[in-house]
């Protein structure tokens, strides 16, 4: 196990396959002329969220828990593959109200919210091997999982940044998850799906993020029709100074990759994106079918701008070692992020 802060408030930056001693009060937060911030001010500079995003094929549902120090937030929704979103729930809250509940350790930790219709619980415990999430949202959409999850079986990307001289993030990201046990329903009917084939992609993060941050990100998880499980994580604007949070996962092998390339029109979204790296390894186009977005302006302790594209995937993954992937139509994610928190 490693810690997370060692001595001499030295965070221990790396891609870490192994589970951490998470003793983030440990770390000294500086402001920008390394003046100490102590107090509720060090305590709301502490970010941390948790994204499930589930595949069935026609279906791509996602939720995730946010605690962003002076705000908190649960949010899910479901998109049906020609339909569009039709369901999204957005619930904010202050944390005086305690409706959340998300203990600080990345590898052990049981996170719920609850609130008059909704009530969400995400349990994971890579010790034990697994990841259980039981969830409801506004009394309509139902979402419940089992799926083994191991640092070392399903081998996810942990990555430790500074995202500043004086801050740090630790991501955690994993696809493609698959399940035991698993039951996706709206308004009391099951959706239509084979068990077999839905997949999900992880993302936990937490620390001291940048005040001011942006990104790109995607990622899809997949059982292809010949049976290979394919899973991706792609990001740009963080952590590419020391090591990337880009990888891809095919029948459950790691290829790291340290940074990628997106050419995509940021006035109209809409069109396909090509997503690629130097090396030819990433060769993919995405193709937008719908959006989710939020533009909330708390004035200057928070702002955010949202914009998250469910859509396909198409083209190659070829990892150095090992038969490449061919994509066609593979349903995820894109999305854009500027945050002021």
Known sequence: MIKLIGKDNRVNYGCIDELIEWNYRDFILRDFFEKEIRGLRKRRAYHQFNYIGISTGDYIAGFALVDLGLLHNAFSFLSRKGEGIIFQSNEKCLPFQKKLSFPRNP???????????????????????????????EGRLELKGISPFSIEKQKPLRVLNPNDPNRFTFTEKFSPLVFDDVHLALDGKELDYNPDTVSAVYDWTGGYLKRETDWLWSSFSAVLPDGTTAGLNLAAFVNETYFSENAFWINGKRTRIPRVIYDYDSLNPSLPWKIHDEEGVVDLIFTPECERLEHFNGGPLLKTSFHQYIGSFSGTLRPKEGESAELKGVRGFCETQRALW
């Open 107 to 137: 590898d052990r930790y049981r996170a719920a919210f609850r609130s008059a219709k909704s009530a969400i619980t995400i349990e994971k415990d890579h010790t034990k091997g697994r990841l259980v999430f039981d969830c409801i949202f």
